[in-house]
């Protein structure tokens, strides 16, 4: 193959180009590394980082990965003396629960009672206040008809005694409505019958106040018997009341030792620091992409892709072309004198031959 200006120039930026790629995938992994790097710096920086801290009620701890630097484990140690203190609260939990999973047992005769009322509130409520009236009018009369039969037969008998037994006096006409009228009568026996009638007037107001007050008295009875289940339910809740009391002081006790954790955790959050950690990276990252291009930069690589590209080097090499053209044309006539067969070398280079 004939070696001209053009295979030459293209050898060069072929060869110019390879070493700029080369440089390139350098500049850009270590580029890369840069980022990494200043990511890494950027993540310690942000890093939670807990600090042990004592006080009188307990000590806390944390663990960190010897590999990793990451907090692997916390923990805290209650005071002794508080230590000691919450096993005696421990103690008294179990007695506190036994009594409060007797309470059902014990406030068992109160739903008794209770349900007792309500079933004898519900035999007084099945009467409607006017039943009940009636109920009361006809109880008293049944109590009082014996006296009233033994005033009347006395009332006869005085009459009889008097002569006076066959005088009836008072009648009346029929009323306006229709009815009846007075019959007549002796005036001993009007009196009786007027007696009679108010007494039984007066009946009729009581029987209907007897009425109501049943009725009410039925409803207390429901009410007497919610406030027993109310007392027994609220029985059992006070009864598990110790219990919580033993509970809540034991824990308590937990919440101090707690605070050297939780006061080291705070600290840990306050030793990490965002803003200098993003300052870090974003610096890091500036830095990478500014010495990017710098990385890139291969002096070689240029020279050769610029030489390929020179017109002097073109020019340079045109004899030597021309040369070839008239060896190939006239044999061994050829301008540079070559013996031989008439051939010219077949390697051939700005710097002699080789």
Do not use: C, H, W
């Amino acid at each position: 193959m004939p070696i001209t200006a053009a295979l030459i120039g293209g050898g060069a930026s072929i060869i110019g180009g390879l070493f700029g790629g080369s440089s390139a995938k350098r500049a850009a992994q270590i580029q890369a590394d840069a980022q990494v790097k200043a990511a890494q710096i950027a993540a310690d920086e942000a890093r939670f980082r807990p600090v042990g801290v004592t006080t009188r009620f307990g000590q806390s701890q944390f663990q960190t990965d010897p590999t990793t630097g990451r907090v692997s484990g916390a923990s805290y140690t209650l005071d002794p003396e508080l230590k000691a203190m919450q096993d005696r609260f421990l103690g008294l939990t179990g007695g506190g629960l036994m009594q409060a999973e007797q309470a059902q047992q014990q406030f068992a005769p109160l739903q008794g009672a209770a349900q007792g009322l309500f079933g004898l509130g519900q035999q007084y409520l099945a009467q409607s206040p006017q039943e009940a009236a009636q109920q009361y009018m006809a109880q008293q009369q049944e109590l009082l008809a014996p006296s009233r039969e033994r005033q009347y037969g006395a009332l006869q008998n005085q009459l009889f005694q008097t002569g006076r037994g066959g005088l009836s006096v008072g009648a009346t006409g029929a009323r306006p409505s229709g009815a009846a009228g007075l019959g007549a009568s002796t005036p001993e026996t009007e009196a009786y019958y007027n007696a009679l009638a108010q007494q039984d007037a007066q009946l009729a107001a009581q029987a209907m106040q007897a009425g109501q007050q049943q009725t009410a008295f039925g409803a207390g009875l429901f009410g007497t018997g919610g406030n027993l289940l109310t007392q027994g339910y609220q029985g059992q809740v006070a009864a598990l009341s110790p219990y919580q009391a033993y509970l809540q002081g034991a824990t308590g006790l937990e919440a101090l030792g707690q605070q050297p954790l939780e006061m080291g955790s705070a600290l840990g959050g306050r030793n990490a620091n965002p803003t200098g950690s993003n300052a870090l990276f974003q610096g890091g990252m500036q830095a990478a992409s500014s010495m990017g291009a710098a990385n890139a930069y291969n002096p070689f690589a240029s020279a050769l892709i610029g030489a390929s590209q020179n017109p002097d080097l073109r020019r340079a090499f045109q004899p030597y072309q021309n040369a070839r053209e008239q060896s190939r044309l006239y044999g061994s006539e050829n301008v540079y004198g070559f013996g031989g067969g008439g051939t010219v070398p077949t390697q051939f280079s700005l710097f002699g031959e080789y």
